[in-house]
Nanobody, 120 residues
Framework: VQLQASGGGLVQPGGSLRLSCLVS????????IGWYRQAPGKEREGVSC???????YYADSVKGRFTISRDNAKNTIYLQMNSLKPEDTAVYYC???????????????RGQGTQVTVSS
């Protein structure tokens, strides 16, 4: 199973971005998918998780600003990020087998990241 994250970029504070995670090599239906991020000098942290039944979980730091969704027909998970803050700057990763606790060490298959930079 391979995961490819895309959609990162440079955005001003208050702006929006939508990240995509394309899953290949298997059917997306079988997996919960999580988004994680790592800022320079910090540990990787969980951002959001969507279960196989589309139950969603969010870190407190992004609740109300980020929305995770899945399109099983396109084998793709999305992370809509609104009202971005400089502290959201990080490399964002997607991975299978997330849990509501959003612990990265629980993750299964992991993709390469996409850089998100929030700066004026």
């Amino acid at each position: 199973v391979q995961l490819q994250a895309s959609g990162g970029g440079l955005v001003q504070p208050g702006g929006s971005l939508r990240l995509s995670c394309l899953v290949s090599g298997s059917t997306l239906d079988y997996y919960s998918i999580g988004w994680y991020r790592q800022a320079p000098g910090k540990e990787r942290e969980g951002v959001s998780c969507i279960s196989t039944t589309s139950t969603t979980y969010y870190a407190d730091s992004v609740k109300g600003r980020f929305t995770i969704s899945r399109d099983n027909a396109k084998n793709t998970i999305y992370l809509q990020m609104n009202s971005l803050k400089p502290e959201d700057t990080a490399v964002y990763y997607c991975a299978t087998d997330c849990t509501r606790q959003l612990y990265f060490h629980d993750a299964g298959y992991r993709g390469q990241g996409t850089q998100v930079t929030v700066s004026s």
